[in-house]
């Protein structure tokens, strides 16, 4: 039975009757328009309020674009939605995960890394105030995954670290940024990612822990949260079998399902044992990990009986409505089953202040815009400041570079920018060579497109000595969805761009985009680490090289993997 009057809604009795009411007046295509969480819609390719009359969506979520386009299409969602929708975005790493224009105040690697929680704070203040300056009432963040696998594509530093209590008090205090002003958390990915080495976005993953272990790690990063009344959790189609296993014992290993599509894991495990209360929503349906695991037609009734609430995007959103309409007219998906759902969506945009008591909107188009991103800007230099960790320096002498003591750098720009990943802002790194010249240094930036043959198959030591002092490589080689584990790739002919010099010259490697790095490149003497691809993050990696700043940071996470060789 909901129960709207404890946490995360604290409703009155006046509240909830408002609410019956409403419900009790709704249409079924109505209370079937508000399980789904559809795809920001483009005012360029379609008529966006005929799209919200049509459908009747339950919530939106926007990928980034311009401030004002962002909010004139959000207006025009909201002023023809019956009832006000959730608005989302994916607020990971600041206000630019909405709006172009907005803050990349540090993906949450860099916020642990600064070991100071108050950053954390900022991060969701920040993303929040600048994400409802357009609209946005949700995040779909903060992400309470724990980066046990460094080898997992999707982790990484979009996560807090490797430390469960770490996770847990950044994650708190990001929640009471997003908070200041107006916008509700979503904790992602239940059961929770990184412990697999595979993306739920191509394959169903797997959290392989035992039920102590999960209780014990992921277990209580939830527990905490959802008592502290957090008001939203989003599913993941990761597979927990240790738990299905606990409510169903003779299951058999082709019968395990993900969290999206389990009943065991959420009525039994996330309502039942963790007590959780509030809004459950699904990762992206279109993902493979959902779609692999059974025929769509049955996937979507069976994610509503699941316990789940709202579905997030679409393949074909009339067929999926269809899907969804024939469920509850044929019973698959109960009536009890459908208001106790709608409710639950009804309760929390109240709760949230999504709308009032009388079904209105509680949000204002018509104030000015206003994003304040210099005003947050030193907000930002000091995280990038705090954060950007020396993890190996055997070479006491390296640093700090000095045009005296290495007139000439040989600079090394890695990136893998075209994989379309996580970082919009992968521009920063081509300021590299500028903030060099200006310290000072003769700069040559290499460049794989005009290989030196002579230099690959003829030159030794001395030749390049001739040809520069330092070798300074800086990798922006981030994760992303839709593909297997990023690792170094060095050019395919006799690795051509790789420091096959490094023991005869000195040579330093950054990284601002993953942290692992020294698994592929295990005996350079000098490694650093700074998580972010931003201008002001290489502006301080510059600083910190040159000494003009101390390295401050503590790594969230082991860089060594574990392995001998990289601390060698």
């Known amino acids: 039975m909901l129960d709207l009057t404890q946490k995360p809604y604290d409703l009155n009795e006046r509240q909830i009757e ?3 009411t409403l419900l009790k007046n709704m249409d079924v295509e109505a209370k079937i328009g508000q399980l789904f969480f ?3 819609q483009d005012e360029d390719m379609v008529d966006i309020a005929q799209f919200i009359q049509k459908y009747q969506p339950g919530g939106i979520m926007y990928r980034p674009d311009r401030a004002e386009k962002i909010k004139r299409e959000l207006q025009v969602c909201q002023e023809n939605s019956q ?15 909405i709006v172009r224009e907005g803050s990349l105040v540090g993906y949450p690697m860099q916020i642990a890394a600064t070991n100071d929680k108050k950053y954390a704070y900022e991060l969701g203040r920040i993303a929040g105030y600048q994400a409802n300056q357009v609209g946005v009432n949700m995040a779909f963040a903060p992400i309470v995954d724990i980066d046990l ?18 996770v847990l008090d950044f994650a708190k205090e990001e929640i009471k940024g ?3 002003n107006q916008v509700m958390a979503a904790i992602k990915h239940f059961p929770g990612d990184g412990v697999d080495e595979r993306d739920q976005h191509l394959v169903s993953s797997v959290n ?11 277990g209580e990063i939830y527990q905490e949260l959802i008592n502290q009344g957090v008001p939203s959790v989003m599913i993941g189609h990761i597979m927990l079998p240790a738990w299905e296993r606990h409510y169903n014992p003779e299951l058999q290993d082709v019968e395990f399902l993900p969290a999206s599509l389990s009943k065991y894991l959420i009525n039994g495990l996330l309502r039942e044992r963790l007590n959780f209360n509030g809004l459950a929503l699904t990762d992206a349906t279109p993902m493979l990990g959902y779609n692999y695991a059974m025929s769509r037609s049955e996937a979507l009734p069976a994610t509503i009986n699941a316990g789940i609430d709202m579905i997030l995007f679409n393949k074909n959103i009339d067929e999926d409505y269809e899907i969804i309409r024939q469920a509850v007219l044929s019973g698959v998906i109960s009536a009890e089953r459908l208001d106790e759902a709608v409710l639950r969506i009804l309760a929390t945009k109240l709760a949230q202040n999504v709308m009032d008591e009388d079904c209105h909107l509680q949000y204002n188009f018509s104030k000015d815009l206003n994003l304040k991103v210099e005003e947050f800007q030193p907000i930002v230099q000091e995280i990038a400041d705090k954060s950007i960790t020396l993890v190996k320096h055997q070479v006491a002498e390296v640093l700090p570079l000095t045009p005296e003591k290495y007139p000439r750098i040989r600079l090394h720009l890695l990136s893998n920018k075209q994989s379309g990943g996580f970082n919009d802002n992968v521009s920063a790194l081509n300021q590299l060579p500028k903030y060099l010249t200006e310290a000072g240094f003769e700069v040559s930036v290499y460049n794989p497109s005009k290989l030196d043959f002579y230099e690959i198959f003829e030159s030794g030591v001395q030749q390049m000595e001739e040809k520069f002092d330092l070798a300074l490589y800086v990798a922006n080689i981030e994760n992303a969805s839709n593909q297997t584990t990023t690792r170094l790739d060095w050019i395919t002919l006799m690795a051509a761009n790789a420091p096959w010099y ?8 950054a990284s601002v985009a993953n942290p692992y790095h020294l698994f592929d490149i295990p005996v350079v003497p000098t490694f650093i680490n700074a998580y972010t691809a931003n201008e002001v993050t290489v502006q301080a990696l510059v600083d910190k090289l040159t000494g003009k700043s101390a390295f401050k940071g503590k790594s969230p996470v082991d860089p060594f993997v574990g392995q001998f060789d990289t601390r060698i």
Do not use: C
């Open 502 to 509: 490094l023991r005869d010259i000195p040579t330093v490697f």
């Open 38 to 40: 559809v795809v920001g």
């Open 208 to 218: 392989s822990l035992s039920k102590e272990d999960w209780m014990a790690s992921y």
């Open 83 to 97: 009832i006000p929708m959730f608005t989302a975005a994916n607020l990971e790493a600041g206000g630019n995960g």
């Open 18 to 20: 408002k609410l019956q």
């Open 149 to 166: 696998n460094f080898k997992n594509p999707i982790t990484n530093v979009r996560t807090f670290g490797s430390d469960k209590q770490r």
């Open 178 to 180: 997003f908070a200041k």
